[in-house]
């Protein structure tokens, strides 16, 4: 995968630059070139392309929290984020 990204980067940056060295081209160009033909879009697709590996992660780093009992049901919210004070069960009144 990173064999490709560096590739895209080098055809982009290639065309950002005879963009910037043609007669009719300009430095600001270029720049809009390499960022809105390589930079955004680059990001996208590896951001949608790394959600496996988070959420693999994210499951990983569950499961050893359960394993350890850091993490108890009560002490979640209901996306199953812990909280940052453990809530008390029951409010006493005086």
Do not use: C, N
Not at 19 to 47: D, H, K, M, N, W
């Amino acid at each position: 995968m990173w064999i490709v990204t560096l590739a895209w980067l080098y055809v982009v940056l290639m065309m950002a630059v005879a963009e910037a060295l043609s007669t009719q081209g300009t430095v600001l160009g270029a720049v809009f070139t390499f960022l809105l033909y390589g930079l955004l879009p680059l990001s996208i697709v590896l951001y949608v392309m790394g959600t496996p590996h988070r959420r693999r992660a994210a499951r990983e780093a569950e499961a050893r929290a359960s394993e350890s009992g850091s993490v108890t049901v009560a002490q979640s919210d209901p996306r199953g984020e812990p909280t940052r004070e453990p809530v008390a069960a029951k409010r006493e009144e005086p």
